[in-house]
């Protein structure tokens, strides 16, 4: 059974740094890409970047370049969503997908994760 | 602003028929890139509903249904019933952007 199992939720400082992740089991974790979606509190999904842990090679929305990084452990078959400076506006829920290809779609999703930011 | 545009809520009565809109541009949808379509109940996360333009996952009834024409595409869902109510995404891929895209999502409100 295909699975993305996230990790649990955070409350963070801003400023402070964050590694999320989110670990693939039931198939081969390096024949397929694994995305980021942020969800803002009662807003829409938005796509932040994706990885193919096969390589690491990562792809980022332009809206998102620069403020996250994406990465990926094959060994563990896990992939990770990385901030070094949140803001309160990062509060939001993040969710990894799986895709075959960049353009296709997500056929399965994590539980998500609960990122909330607050002085 | 959403790369694709969705008009922000539907309703319908029980049985009813509704269509959900996503109009893109020559950069995603109009340059054929397929569309597809998710499904978000309260509290959970998304789920693939329709995949390329009108294909169904295996699970999702026949009730739902997906089109595309240029640079717009459509979803329906026919003989609507109370589970159906929930928020429906498009997505595409955007060439211009080299990123996927979604729309800013559609509430659905059975009456």
């Known amino acids: 059974e295909v699975q993305l199992v996230q990790s649990g939720a955070e409350v963070k400082k801003p400023g402070e740094s964050l590694k999320i992740s989110c670990k693939g089991s039931g198939y081969s974790f390096t024949t397929y890409w694994i995305g980021w979606v942020r969800q803002m509190p009662g807003k829409g999904l938005e796509w932040m970047g994706i990885i193919f842990p096969g390589d690491s090679d990562a792809r980022y929305s332009p809206s998102f370049q620069g403020h996250v990084t994406i990465s990926a452990d094959k060994s563990l078959t896990t992939a990770y969503l990385q901030w070094n400076n949140l803001k309160t506006s990062d509060t939001a829920i993040y969710y990894c997908a799986r895709t075959f290809r960049r353009v296709a779609p997500s056929d399965y999703w994590g539980q998500g994760t609960l990122v909330t930011v607050s002085s | 602003q959403s790369v694709l545009t969705q008009p922000p809520s539907v309703s319908g009565a029980p049985g009813q028929r509704v269509t959900i809109s996503c109009t893109g541009s020559s950069s995603n949808i109009g340059a054929r890139y397929d569309v597809h379509w998710y499904q978000q109940l309260p509290g959970a996360a998304p789920k693939l509903l329709i995949y390329d333009n009108n294909s169904r996952p295996s699970g999702v009834p026949d009730r739902f249904s997906g089109s595309k024409s240029g640079t717009s595409a459509s979803l329906a869902i026919s003989g609507l019933q109370a589970e159906d109510e929930a928020d429906y995404y498009c997505?595409?891929?955007?060439?211009?952007?080299?990123?996927?895209?979604f729309g800013g999502g559609t509430k659905l409100t059975v009456l």
């Open positions: 997505q595409s891929y955007d060439g211009l952007a080299d990123s996927v895209v």
